[in-house]
Every structure is written in structure tokens, then in C-alpha cells.
């Protein structure tokens, strides 16, 4: 398609692609950079793994809340999902599989990264939802249909977060239970709006997992 984000750069990071074992997808957040995720990933396993970061146009890859109606999100919406699945496909030109593909989102960026992966079901290295969820005025648990494959898919936020309410992240663990996926969800006492050690280090896992995988 062509949108908003189409014309922005892929910021890349970490292993070559074509000599990467795994790939992560990293989506920024409202108001934020690809280099300031790229930034915040840069504790995570590097060695093999490709990091690929699309650029939100102004920074921002839709207008207003991930709770409002979906039509009024757009084009920045669709527009995002489809730059998340140009750097998915990058990985997989470049010859690395989806299963080894961890897609990754903070904030608004995990909002869109929650959706992109519920709306394009199949084997993932994993998923990373942190301070997010699924984008809609309400979540419809049988809006979304196919098979996760077991993709690990972990759900972190803060039980008080000023942006995404316990309950839509409670909502997206529902829906991607119902898609066949390993999912973990943590809520954080009182944590506000951010990123913990203990979220850094199960991403870390996942990574580790992945890379262990391509060396079986």
C-alpha cells in the first residue's frame, strides 16, 4: 500500500541479514524514534540476530488514542501495519523464517505490533507487547481467526498505566490465547508507563530461545 509511513527509512542494526540466525522487528513508540528503540534493544542478545526498525512519519504512526475508533486512526494505522510487514518480509527475503522473527512494540508501537501479529496469524519467533494492546473502541475476541502456532507472545504493562487500561491488556492475552499462542502476561504494581528489568530480561529469553532454535 501506500500511506503516511511507506516512505520512511528502515533503520537496521546488530547482524547483517544476510548473515543473521533470528530477526527483531522493533516498533517505536507516539513521539518516538527506530533509533531510540534500536537504542532500548541494544541490551538484548546481538550476536546473530538482525534488528530492523521502520520510521513513523512526524514520529507518530497514528493520530489519536488506540482506543478510538479504528477509522479515525487511519490511514496511519494501516499504513503502519503495513511498514511492520515490509521489515517482516525483509527478514524473510533475506532467508530467515518467520519462526525466527520476534516482532516487538513499546507503546503505541506495541499497539500496532499486537495487531499486525493477531491479524496475520502463523509461526513467529514471538511477540513482545510492551504497554500495549489490540487497537479498536472494543476488542471482539471473535474478530480475529487463524493459528499462532504456539508463538510465544508476552504482554507486559503496569496496572496503573495512564495510556493502556489492565483490561485491554487482559483483552489481548484473551484473543491470543484464542489464537493458539504461548502467552504471558505480567502486570506491574504501580509501575506507570514504561519498561522494567524484569520485561528486558524476558525479551532477552525469547531472544536466546530463538537463537538456540537456529543452532538445533
Same mark, same amino acid.
Given at each position: 500500500m501506500t500511506g503516511p509511513h511507506?516512505?520512511?527509512?528502515?533503520?537496521?542494526?546488530?547482524? /547483517?541479514?544476510?548473515?543473521?540466525?533470528?530477526?527483531?522487528?522493533?516498533?517505536?513508540?507516539?513521539?518516538?524514534?527506530?533509533?531510540?528503540?534500536i537504542q532500548m534493544?541494544?541490551?538484548? /542478545?546481538? =550476536?546473530?540476530?538482525?534488528?530492523?526498525?521502520?520510521q513513523a512519519a512526524r514520529n507518530t504512526w497514528y493520530p489519536n488514542p488506540f482506543t478510538a475508533p479504528v477509522e479515525s486512526n487511519e490511514p496511519? +494505522?494501516?499504513s503502519g501495519l503495513a511498514a511492520i510487514d515490509d521489515a517482516v518480509e525483509a527478514a524473510v527475503d533475506a532467508g530467515i523464517p518467520t519462526d525466527r522473527v520476534l516482532v516487538l512494540g513499546f507503546s503505541q508501537g506495541a499497539c500496532l505490533a499486537? =495487531?499486525?501479529?493477531?491479524r496475520n496469524p502463523q509461526r513467529y519467533g514471538g511477540l513482545a507487547v510492551l504497554s500495549g494492546g489490540l487497537i479498536?473502541?472494543? &476488542?471482539?475476541?471473535?474478530?480475529?481467526?487463524?493459528?499462532? =502456532?504456539?508463538? /510465544?507472545?508476552?504482554?507486559?504493562?503496569?496496572?496503573?498505566? /495512564?495510556?493502556?487500561?489492565?483490561?485491554?491488556v487482559e483483552e489481548t492475552a484473551d484473543v491470543f490465547e484464542q489464537l493458539n499462542a504461548d502467552v504471558t502476561k505480567r502486570l506491574y504494581e504501580g509501575m506507570g508507563h514504561g519498561v522494567n528489568d524484569d520485561e528486558r530480561a524476558?525479551? +532477552?529469553?525469547? &531472544? =536466546?530461545?530463538?537463537l538456540a532454535d537456529a543452532m538445533s
Open positions: 511507506q516512505d520512511q527509512p528502515l533503520v537496521t542494526a546488530g547482524a /547483517p541479514l544476510e548473515d543473521a540466525d533470528a530477526a527483531a522487528v522493533l516498533v517505536h513508540g507516539r513521539g518516538a524514534t527506530a533509533q531510540s528503540i534493544a541494544e541490551g538484548f /542478545p546481538g =550476536e546473530g540476530v538482525a534488528s530492523l526498525a521502520p496511519g +494505522r494501516s499486537s =495487531e499486525y501479529v493477531a479498536g473502541e472494543a &476488542i471482539d475476541v471473535e474478530e480475529y481467526d487463524g493459528d499462532l =502456532e504456539d508463538t /510465544p507472545v508476552f504482554l507486559g504493562c503496569s496496572d496503573v498505566d /495512564p495510556h493502556i487500561a489492565a483490561e485491554r524476558f525479551v +532477552r529469553e525469547m &531472544i =536466546e530461545d530463538l
